[in-house]
């Protein structure tokens, strides 16, 4: 048991490359991902999970079939299994997503990213 507390300013910190989720934690089989973004990312659905994005600074704009939902620092959402969405960040933008380990960032293994542990 580690009982110090992962401070995400330090871990997002550590690199500066975007789309790419580096993994700070993990509970009950999920990821705790902090990423930076900036630019849009590519159109995707996960089949068999959810994908909560939680912004911890900057601006997102999740883009979908239905309509877009911007979210601002504090702010987050869950863009339910099967439902293709686009993130997007006009300025550079740090996120905290969730989801259960494993699960490809473009929803298809062949073109995800390989996460890291940091």
Same mark, same amino acid.
């Given at each position: 048991?580690?009982?110090?507390?992962?401070?995400?300013?330090?871990?997002?910190?550590?690199?500066?490359?975007?789309?790419?989720?580096?993994?700070?934690?993990?509970?009950? +089989?999920?990821?705790? =991902?902090? @990423?930076?973004? &900036? !630019?849009?990312?590519?159109?995707?659905?996960?089949?068999?999970?959810?994908? %909560?994005?939680?912004?911890?600074?900057?601006?997102?704009?999740?883009?979908?079939?239905?309509?877009?939902?911007?979210? +601002?620092?504090?702010? =987050?959402? @869950?863009?339910? &299994? !099967?439902?293709?969405?686009?993130?997007?960040?006009?300025?550079?933008?740090? %996120?905290?997503?969730?989801?259960?380990?494993?699960?490809?960032?473009?929803?298809?293994?062949?073109?995800?990213?390989?996460?890291?542990?940091?």
């Amino acid at each position: 048991m580690d009982l110090k507390p992962v401070n995400l300013a330090d871990k997002l910190a550590t690199f500066d490359d975007y789309w790419s989720p580096k993994i700070v934690a993990g509970f009950n +089989g999920h990821d705790v =991902m902090a @990423v930076k973004v &900036k !630019g849009e990312f590519n159109w995707h659905s996960h089949p068999d999970t959810d994908d %909560l994005f939680f912004v911890l600074s900057g601006r997102l704009t999740i883009q979908m079939r239905e309509g877009d939902v911007v979210l +601002g620092p504090g702010e =987050m959402y @869950v863009v339910p &299994k !099967g439902v293709e969405h686009c993130p997007r960040a006009e300025e550079e933008t740090h %996120l905290i997503i969730i989801e259960p380990a494993g699960t490809p960032n473009t929803g298809d293994p062949e073109t995800a990213v390989i996460k890291t542990k940091i």
